[in-house]
């Protein structure tokens, strides 16, 4: 089974920017991998943030966006907040079964 | 509006079974494919399956650690998705949430429902 990387811990400032990074044991992440983004508060349920690379649910907050560089897929975060603080989860979809990244955890400081 | 609502987990004995369950409302719950994804405590979410809409086959998909022990299916007029887990081991002591994959109703998730399989 293909394993998904994820950075365990970032730290930003408040109003900072924060790149957080999801790749594929198998090579280079692409659209057809089908990347989400999802986040999760203490005690509470993930939420779905991003979509199929970069789309945005209706809840997503505009500073959050999604991308593909340099061969994996980016969930970029633009003047964070402190309720932003929290685990971000990524998954990836190989023709079939869905495989989720380790998690990052994200502090705002 | 969209909730989807899981029913079912408690505590069972290894090599048990437990059937789970998820309610939908706020949406054609024949509509879209569906997935379990699971927590262990502490732990990352982890895929389970999924179940695809009768019109595209109907068909259901499992991770590997799961598969010849878990089953999924939808009763689409009941607006509920199950999840029948055979043979239980302690490694499936876990938060099972399930999850709406469409993005056209958005990608909703359950609140969860806890199993745990003690040692």
């Known amino acids: 089974q293909a394993v998904v990387t994820q950075e365990p811990s970032l730290t930003v400032s408040p109003g900072g920017t924060v790149t957080l990074t999801c790749g594929s044991s198998t090579g280079a992440v692409t659209s057809g991998h089908y990347p989400y983004w999802f986040q999760q508060k203490p005690g509470q349920a993930p939420r779905t943030l991003i979509y199929?690379?970069?789309n945005k649910e209706p809840w997503t907050p505009v500073r959050f966006s999604g991308s593909l560089l340099g061969g994996k897929a980016v969930l970029t975060l633009s003047g964070a907040q402190p309720e932003d603080e929290a685990d971000y989860y990524c998954?990836?979809?190989?023709?079939?079964?869905?495989?989720f990244g380790g998690g990052t955890k994200l502090t705002v400081l | 509006e969209v909730q989807l609502v899981e029913y079912g987990g408690g505590l069972v004995t290894p090599g048990g079974s437990l059937r789970l369950s998820c309610v939908g409302s706020g949406f054609t719950f024949s509509d879209p494919w569906m997935s379990w994804v699971r927590q262990a405590p502490g732990k990352g979410l982890e895929w389970v399956g999924r179940?695809?809409?009768?019109?595209?086959?109907?068909?259901?998909e499992y991770a590997a650690i799961v598969k010849d022990r878990f089953t999924i299916s939808r009763h689409d007029s009941k607006n509920t998705l199950y999840l029948q887990m055979n043979n239980l081991k302690t490694e499936d002591t876990a938060v099972y949430y399930c999850?709406?994959?469409?993005?056209?109703?958005?990608?909703?998730w359950g609140q969860g429902t806890l199993v745990t399989v003690p040692s």
């Open positions: 998954s990836l979809l190989y023709s079939g079964p869905c495989v």
């Open positions: 999850r709406c994959d469409s993005s056209v109703i958005g990608l909703y």
């Open positions: 179940i695809k809409r009768r019109g595209d086959g109907g068909t259901a």
């Open positions: 199929d690379t970069s």
